[in-house]
Protein backbone atom coordinates (compact mmCIF):
# COMPACT_ATOMS: atom_id res chain seq x y z
CA UNK A 1 0.00 0.00 0.00
CA UNK A 2 0.73 3.38 -0.15
CA UNK A 3 1.99 5.95 2.93
CA UNK A 4 0.76 9.23 2.76
CA UNK A 5 1.26 11.74 5.27
CA UNK A 6 -1.80 14.06 5.94
CA UNK A 7 -2.01 17.35 8.34
CA UNK A 8 -5.20 17.47 10.59
CA UNK A 9 -6.75 20.90 10.09
CA UNK A 10 -9.63 20.47 12.35
CA UNK A 11 -11.51 17.80 14.90
CA UNK A 12 -14.04 16.77 12.05
CA UNK A 13 -10.90 15.62 9.72
CA UNK A 14 -9.73 13.83 12.17
CA UNK A 15 -13.19 12.42 13.08
CA UNK A 16 -13.56 11.19 9.62
CA UNK A 17 -10.61 9.45 9.26
CA UNK A 18 -11.00 7.62 12.21
CA UNK A 19 -14.44 6.32 10.81
CA UNK A 20 -12.35 5.66 7.39
CA UNK A 21 -10.21 3.58 10.31
CA UNK A 22 -12.75 1.43 12.14
CA UNK A 23 -13.83 0.56 8.49
CA UNK A 24 -10.96 -0.74 7.89
CA UNK A 25 -10.24 1.31 5.05
CA UNK A 26 -7.05 3.04 6.44
CA UNK A 27 -4.53 2.26 9.13
CA UNK A 28 -3.78 5.36 11.66
CA UNK A 29 -0.36 5.64 12.46
CA UNK A 30 0.54 8.23 15.11
CA UNK A 31 3.69 9.94 15.56
CA UNK A 32 4.98 12.24 18.79
CA UNK A 33 5.68 15.64 17.55
CA UNK A 34 8.42 16.56 18.98
CA UNK A 35 10.27 12.74 18.10
CA UNK A 36 11.22 14.18 14.66
CA UNK A 37 14.37 16.88 14.57
CA UNK A 38 13.24 18.33 11.07
CA UNK A 39 15.21 21.30 10.80
CA UNK A 40 14.10 21.87 6.83
CA UNK A 41 11.65 24.03 7.61
CA UNK A 42 13.71 26.57 9.83
CA UNK A 43 15.99 27.40 6.79
CA UNK A 44 16.44 30.86 5.56
CA UNK A 45 14.77 32.10 9.07
CA UNK A 46 17.90 34.16 9.98
CA UNK A 47 20.19 35.40 7.56
CA UNK A 48 23.85 33.68 8.08
CA UNK A 49 25.60 36.51 9.81
CA UNK A 50 22.70 36.40 12.21
CA UNK A 51 22.92 32.97 12.89
CA UNK A 52 26.66 33.20 13.62
CA UNK A 53 25.40 35.90 16.08
CA UNK A 54 23.29 34.01 17.76
CA UNK A 55 25.47 30.84 18.31
CA UNK A 56 28.40 33.46 19.93
CA UNK A 57 25.79 34.29 21.85
CA UNK A 58 24.84 31.27 23.06
CA UNK A 59 28.26 29.77 23.98
CA UNK A 60 29.07 33.05 25.74
CA UNK A 61 26.09 32.11 28.08
CA UNK A 62 26.80 28.92 28.36
CA UNK A 63 30.77 29.86 29.17
CA UNK A 64 29.34 32.17 31.82
CA UNK A 65 26.79 29.87 33.31
CA UNK A 66 30.18 27.45 33.63
CA UNK A 67 32.24 29.75 35.42
CA UNK A 68 29.52 31.00 37.75
CA UNK A 69 29.91 29.75 41.63
CA UNK A 70 27.11 29.39 43.40
Known amino acids: ?3 IQVEIKNKNALDILKSMGKALM ?9 SSKD ?9 EEE ?8 NKSRNEWSQRTI
Open 1 to 3: MEL
Open 26 to 34: IRLIRKKKG
Open 39 to 47: HSKLKGVFS
Open 51 to 58: AIGLAERV
